[in-house]
């Protein structure tokens, strides 16, 4: 790895056509991760892409007038002080704010590279081109603002933030949902009727620590292999399966960590309250993401919380 000020302006040259192509490609790759849920957007980093090929085109006819036809590979791994960017195969399913943020770091730095590379060259036509440069990625962002307002009405606006509320009900909120209301509602019935049966705080707990692992591990994996997001748009499966997991575990965990208190009825006293906040918030969400009437919500959440909340209570009394 060779430091930056240690490179020739050939060397320069050279890395300002491979971050340009560099730049070029994510730029594309991000214009199509983003066409089928994102037009506008996708147009806008089509046409990011397209400045950045300018570039290259302008820094290759300078390279061979200066140096020939032979370019080297000088690759930003290859120099000390770039910052290391994450693929975008590996930023799949694309959400709108991490690609405008990881855009906005490309420019920031593709700029200071030019600033830095224009101050070391002593070649005239080399410096000139090089801050020319560093003046049109300084401008890239308020050409990123027109191509806003030319391409984002506030119909198409709208309507792609609406599509980006989607992705994130799909992959995000629905696994969760499903993971808290299964962790919540099944691990009732255990939990109680340990709790009723022995009459003892600690075993309790046990049974529901257990029945809140193993649901939030069977949840995780039975959504992780539902399907893989190719077709359905619900994204990375094994994200699905993490977070469906998760919930499932917390919304069991919720109702069974009152039982760490030695006294029982004030544990299982608590552990109620748990209980309807729990079913509160499952109803909230429901509501308020995936578009259930509210009255709706709160019967149905009721109905099957009440329903394994007796059954519990009465197999534990038996």
């Known amino acids: 790895m060779r430091d930056f000020d240690s490179l020739s302006e050939r060397e320069l040259l050279a890395l300002a056509i491979s971050l340009e192509e560099e730049d ?11 066409r089928r849920d994102f037009p506008a957007t996708a147009a806008i980093f089509e046409g990011m892409r397209e400045e950045e090929s300018r570039h290259r085109r302008r820094l290759i006819e300078l390279f061979r007038q200066k140096f020939g036809e032979h370019i080297p590979l000088i690759r930003r791994q290859d120099v000390r002080g770039f910052v290391e960017r994450r693929p975008v195969w590996l930023m799949q399913p694309l959400r709108l704010d991490a690609v405008r943020h990881q855009a906005s770091a490309m420019e920031v730095e593709t700029r200071r590279f030019y600033e830095r ?39 198409i606006k709208q309507k792609e933030d609406e ?4 992705l994130f009900v799909l992959q995000i909120i629905q696994p969760g ?13 255990p939990v109680f ?17 257990a029945a809140s692992l193993g649901a939030g591990i069977s949840m995780g994996f039975a959504e992780a292999l539902s399907d893989d997001g190719s077709l359905t748009g619900r994204g990375h499966p094994w994200l699905r399966g993490l977070v469906c997991g ?8 919720g109702h069974t960590l009152p039982y760490l208190m030695g006294d029982f009825r004030v544990a299982t ?27 709706s919500a709160a019967l149905q959440v009721a109905l099957g919380g009440a329903i394994v909340f007796a059954t519990g209570i009465l197999l534990g009394s038996w």
């Open 24 to 34: 070029e490609r994510i730029y594309s790759d991000l214009a199509e991760g983003l």
């Open 193 to 209: 009727a340990a709790a009723f049966a022995t009459r003892k705080s600690w075993d309790a707990f046990i049974v529901g620590l």
């Open 246 to 253: 998760l919930m499932t575990t917390l919304g069991g965990i």
């Open 177 to 189: 949902l499903a993971g808290l209301m299964d962790g919540s509602v099944s691990t009732l019935a």
């Open 269 to 295: 006293g608590l552990a109620v309250v748990v209980v309807l906040c729990e079913l509160g918030a499952i109803t909230w969400a429901r509501h308020r993401f995936m578009d259930t009437p509210a009255l």
């Open 117 to 155: 590379a224009a101050a070391r060259a002593t070649d005239a036509s080399i410096r000139q081109l090089l801050d020319d440069l560093a003046q049109e990625e300084r401008s890239h962002a308020y050409r990123a603002e027109e191509l806003n307002r030319e391409r984002l009405e506030p119909a």
């Open 163 to 166: 599509a980006q509320r989607r």
